[in-house]
Every structure is written in C-alpha cells, then in structure tokens.
C-alpha cells in the first residue's frame, strides 16, 4: 500500500510536471476516493474484531472476578484453582490466543493505513484524516 501510495504521488504529481491542473484535481480525487474505499472496507472488519475482543475480555475479567473471590482458590494449588475454574482457563486461554494472532493490529487497522499515508503524504503537503479524506496544507513560501 505504502509503495503504491509513494508511486502514485510521485507520477501523478510530483516529478512529472503535469501541464493541466485538471488532471492534478482529478488523480487527487481518484486517489482520495481508493483511500477513503479501502479504510471504509476495512471498518466492519474491524468492528467485528473489537466486539471479540471486547467479549473475550469482558468473559475473562467475569471469570477472574469469581476465581479471586472464591474461597477455596487460597487452599489448593494454582493449576487445581485453575482447574476448579473453567470459564476464566478457558477465557483467560482465548484471549492470549487472540493476541498472539495479532487482533491488536486487526482492531486498528484503519488508524495504522491513516498514520502511513500522513507520513508519505506530508513530503507533499497533504494530510488525511482517519476515515482517507485528503487535507490539502498550503506550500511553503520560498524566499
């Protein structure tokens, strides 16, 4: 995506003189519209992503809440309190799990594409918000 971007900047406006500024207008549109299509797509994804994640923790601090405050939990060993308790194991297992299939990254995805873009876009001038919308900055007066 980065490498796409960095190309697209450079051919469509950058070394390229482009003698039209029509055309200048309409590859910032057509830039602007595939940005703001691939953060869109990527939302529902990551909406579904945050809802696991926000179950699976709610699931395991239920399941910590019940393992701390039972009173056999201070009498046996840990793996047989573990064992006593099911859902926090099974819970507390998942949600490592998640992590270790990187749903910290799938969470925020759109922001991660965002913040890459505003790096190469800020050689240029340009921003984006979070949803791939471009803000055009004002050049730098020379003098």
């Known amino acids: 995506m980065q490498l796409c971007l960095i190309y697209f900047l450079k051919y469509s406006i ?27 797509c990527l939302q529902p994804a990551t909406g579904r992503w945050r809802m696991i994640l926000i179950v699976v923790s709610v ?4 399941g910590a809440w ?17 064992w006593n308790h099911p859902f926090f194991t099974i819970s507390c297992i998942t949600l490592i799990a998640l992590f270790f299939a990187g749903i910290h990254k799938r969470v925020v995805a759109p922001s991660i594409i965002a913040a890459r873009c505003r790096t190469v876009l800020a050689e240029y001038n340009m921003s984006c918000d979070d949803t791939g919308k471009l803000i055009l900055k004002p050049r730098p007066h020379i003098q």
């Open 66 to 82: 019940n393992w701390l405050i039972d009173p056999d939990t201070q009498k046996v060993s840990f793996f047989s309190s573990l």
């Open 59 to 62: 699931c395991t601090a239920t």
């Open 14 to 40: 950058g070394s390229k003189p482009i003698k039209h500024s029509a055309y200048k207008g309409y590859y910032l549109k057509a830039f602007e519209r595939r940005l703001t299509e691939y953060v869109s």
